[in-house]
């Protein structure tokens, strides 16, 4: 099991372009007012502007600047008709199980991102999803509300938490990694590389956890739907529609049966993600996408 231990000055790396200009933003600042006592309000303007921006960041999934961020699978999964569906906040007693039934109707995979704490209360339906042919990742331990608020300790101890009891239960270590709500700081990254992890957000969502409406969701998920897309929706936490079902078992048929007229395939990330690194092997390149 990993150690909780702070890292020092290694949870800085490696910082996006952003971060490190931000640092450099920092301390230009810094230097301006203590070299020239008459720019220091200048100085807190400039550092006020940086942390508004690194706020709206930190507030923007599918955003890069904090780090990689993958929001679409690599060309070549594309140019093969792959989409990748990802369902969250579960494993759910109820819900789950109906989503494993209609995607083996459908002959579709999925990737599962898995709250741990719920992965040890149902260990033996995170071991089907893997016994099925789906993907289980990392969604944190506990999906606290607070996770963005987190320093590298922090992170450390939920997200390394969390690998451990997905392996423990699946026997499968994950190799990507979804912030709740997307929502993440600058601290992220140096972790997330520390433990082998992606972070992966999406390319649409149907926010289904807020809208108990399936038309609504279906339609924000199919529209302008491609190869290469990354769909999120929700098998925990979900609202419920009108007859008191969680919303994914109605989008879920529909959805799937538009996949199969536009001749996409829903592979697991773990699929999909790996035809980056075999075209990085073949080419030297390190990827042929730029998510």
Known sequence: MMSPTPFGLDALKPLSPFVRASIAWHALALAAALAW???????????????????AATLTPRTALLGGNITRLPASAADAGEVALTIDD????????????????????ATFFCIAERVALYPELARQIVARGHDVQNHTARHSHTFSLLGPAGYAREIGRAQDILQQVTGVRPTCFRAPAGFRNLFLAPVLQRLDLQLVSWTRRGFDTRDADPARVQQRLLRGLRAGDILLLHDGNAARTARGGAVLLDVLPPLLEQLRRQGLHSVTLTRGLSRRAAHAKSTGRESDDTP
């Not at 220091?40 to 508004?52: E, Q």
């Not at 759910?92 to 995979?109: F, K, N």
């Open 90 to 109: 579960g494993p759910d007693p109820e819900v789950t199980p109906q989503v494993l039934d209609l995607l083996d109707a459908a002959g579709q995979r």
């Open 37 to 55: 006592p008459g720019a220091l309000p200048w100085a807190v303007a400039a550092l006020v502007l940086n942390h508004l921006v690194l706020t």
